[in-house]
């Protein structure tokens, strides 16, 4: 495996395999922190074949604990999803560290060069951890069944199976500026592909509507269905795209509400902001 390299990633181009997960969950970052981590994550994305793809999942702080606790049925001190679904596909996982005031995190998928052409590693671990998410947020699908003692754990679980708000489900990724208009261009017609052949739907929020770990310029790409079944689809049919669109260059700079509130609290942009 390759030695870290600065950002605490495998060092080198494109072609060396970088480390599947730390198994940390890394400490609060300063405001440049996490999009600098995304950006070296990142690195060769440009000039990456179809066989490649960075995908970056937003997941919820009440959300996280689902891909970092132990899967159900795994002994005592197992694995978690993150770095489960890193040892099943070959993909690269990384979660970034938080940014300080942002309800959000950031999970990374690479797949490494030399893979499948008929297999993307990255698309395959973001099915993994979307099942995973879906089924904490009441998606179904949960673990065997207990003894005649879990009763109580049983009643929290059916709780926690209940649609939250108005029953949607969702799912969200953060894609870059060229990434948001190859899903808008020509009447949002890749949107609409997606929401057809899935029943999902996918809607790319505005640039002002990203949350503080994003980079400059990226959006947000949401789904949302109250079938996980639907949001899987939508999920895959998405990341299919978004491995065939990637970005023109790597993902870095601060979002413009960061960088807004950088200068508020008086402190320097890194790069000038957006």
């Known amino acids: 495996m390759a030695s870290d390299g600065p950002d605490g990633i495998g060092g080198g181009g494109a072609g060396e395999k970088r480390p599947a997960h ?43 604990a689902a891909l970092l606790q132990p899967e159900a ?29 942002c309800e959000d ?15 993307c590693a990255a698309c395959v671990a973001l099915d993994e951890l979307a099942a995973t998410l879906l089924r904490h947020q009441g998606g179904g699908g949960g673990g065997g069944g207990g003894g005649a ?25 953060l894609v ?7 899903l808008l261009e020509a009447n949002a017609a890749a949107a609409r592909t997606v929401e057809i052949a899935s029943g999902a739907r996918l809607e790319v929020l505005p640039a002002e509507a990203s949350p503080l770990c994003a980079c400059a310029g990226d959006r947000v790409a949401a789904l949302a269905a109250a079938a996980p079944e639907r949001l899987r689809r939508g999920a895959a049919l998405l990341a299919e795209h978004l491995r065939r669109h990637p970005p023109r260059r790597r ?22 902001g957006e």
């Open 176 to 182: 870059a500026p060229c990434q948001a208009a190859s």
């Open 73 to 101: 049925g795994a002994e005592e001190g197992g694995e978690g999803a993150l770095p489960a679904a890193a040892r099943r596909t070959g993909a690269a996982v990384r979660l970034i560290p938080a940014t300080r005031g």
């Open 22 to 64: 730390d198994g940390s969950d890394g400490a609060a970052a300063d405001g440049a922190a996490a999009p600098k981590r995304q950006r070296a994550d990142a690195d060769g994305a440009a000039e990456a074949a179809v066989s490649d793809a960075v995908l970056r999942l937003l997941v919820a702080q009440g959300d996280l």
């Open 251 to 272: 993902p870095g700079g601060v979002s413009a509400a960061l960088a807004e509130r950088l200068r508020a609290a008086g402190a320097e942009v890194p790069g000038g």
């Open 149 to 173: 003692g879990d009763e109580q754990q049983q009643q929290q679980q059916q709780q926690q199976q209940q649609p939250r708000g108005d029953g949607q489900r969702r799912l969200r990724l």
């Open 105 to 119: 995190r950031v999970v990374v998928l690479w797949s490494p060069p030399g893979g499948p052409d008929d297999q």
